[in-house]
């Protein structure tokens, strides 16, 4: 017998938070989530995902009244699909088919009492920058905001019934490796023009970056598959939140005289400090947490964008730029590996760039998708 029961008051809310501690407990790759990241995803005032959508949390447990899984079930007006499909994330279970097909089935009965046809999962309810898919390939310390779970749960998904939407790729590699030759003769290249000139991102020139990063995506990503356009004011605004975090040797823009033509935005992994916070965030913790940063080496830096504008793409200012770089912060800084957040494998031309970059895949996670008619033909995300 399985108890549900919604989350609703503050002690569930603890245990929806706790659970995955107590669960991977064991696991020496495990970096618990701080609750403010989790938390903010289920505030309506802050998640502007609840002003056309739902979103439920739930515990399961046992007749000893003991947690053996839980899960977030949601429908959003932003997550367009083919037939409505809801989503299902923030999964946690023992390693046990039953209570796995459990919580599926509630989840599965949540969604088609709100007229959905599908589920997908695990998925986040909001951006696809954090907390989605599953870890199916590459078990090692998860990137900050990034899904980790145990080498079971694909089988739990599969076992369903779930099927692969797509899969997502996650590219690394190390800052010491040798680097392509064609970047360093297109960095020799590049150098004897006057016009172009390499700069890193300086905290206290903000608003002027902001202004070149915004132009240079608009111009490079825009009008690539699924891109959106950024306005230069919600720009700042992110560049002012990752000041705390900001290294002012990883990321990298390039002109042409004072023309931006292309960028190269790295940060820390800021989980290779939070591992030591337990998911809290407090007065305490911050202060912790300062100290760590102050005198705790980082060795993990994420790619987060990379881009050319069009007139610059294939004539080699991204070897430039990529060697320009990867000089500079090998002398001023500890980092030894960089790591490319998930792209998806519907999106060929990213995946080139990132291979071109002399990246390696090394982990993989997934998007599954479940249609509630089982008859229904399955189809794949469409490559862009």
């Known amino acids: 017998m399985i108890i549900v029961e919604e989350v609703q008051n503050e002690t569930q809310k603890k245990k929806f938070l706790e659970f995955p501690a107590q669960l991977y407990q064991r696991d020496k790759n495990y970096i618990r989530p701080r609750n403010q990241d989790i938390e903010e995803i289920f505030d309506p005032e802050k998640n502007k995902s609840f002003e056309d959508g739902e979103c439920t949390r739930f515990l399961f447990k046992n007749k000893q009244n003991e947690t053996v899984g839980k899960v977030a079930v949601f429908i959003s007006g932003l997550y367009e699909q083919k037939q409505p499909t809801g989503g299902i994330g923030f999964f946690d279970c023992i390693n046990d088919q039953q209570t796995a097909d459990f919580i599926f089935d509630h989840c599965k009965m949540w969604l088609q009492q709100r007229g959905m046809e599908a589920m997908d999962g695990p998925i986040n309810f909001g951006e696809r920058d954090k907390f989605w898919g599953l870890l199916t390939e590459g078990f090692a310390e998860p990137l900050f905001g990034m899904n980790y779970n145990f080498p079971y749960y ?221 008859d229904q033909e399955f189809e794949r995300h469409p490559i862009l």
Request: proline share 4%; charged share 30%; with cysteine.
């Open 154 to 374: 694909k089988e739990l998904f599969e076992n369903y019934g779930f099927k692969m939407y797509f899969e997502q790729l996650c590219f690394s590699r190390p800052i010491f490796a040798d680097v392509s030759r064609i970047f360093t003769l297109m960095h020799t290249k590049h150098s004897r023009n006057p016009a172009i000139s390499a700069r890193p991102m300086k905290k206290n020139d903000l608003p002027k970056f902001a202004k070149d990063f915004t132009e240079i995506y608009n111009q490079a990503w825009a009008a690539h598959g699924e891109g959106k356009r950024l306005e230069e004011a919600k720009v700042l605004k992110m560049f002012k939140t990752m000041k705390p975090i900001i290294n002012e040797h990883i990321s990298w823009f390039v002109y042409e005289n004072e023309k931006p033509i292309a960028m190269w935005m790295n940060l820390p992994d800021v989980n290779q400090w939070f591992k030591y916070l337990n998911g809290r965030f407090g007065i305490v913790e911050k202060l912790k947490f300062l100290w760590i940063k102050q005198f705790t080496k980082n060795e993990k830096m994420v790619g987060l964008v990379f881009g050319v504008v069009p007139e610059w793409q294939k004539k080699g200012i991204d070897g430039y730029m990529i060697w320009e770089g990867t000089q500079h912060l090998r002398k001023h800084t500890d980092f030894k590996t960089t790591e490319l957040q998930w792209i998806g494998d519907f999106n060929p031309k990213m995946i080139k760039i990132a291979e071109s970059l002399d990246t390696t895949v090394t982990r993989k996670l997934a998007t599954y998708r479940f249609l509630f008619d089982r």
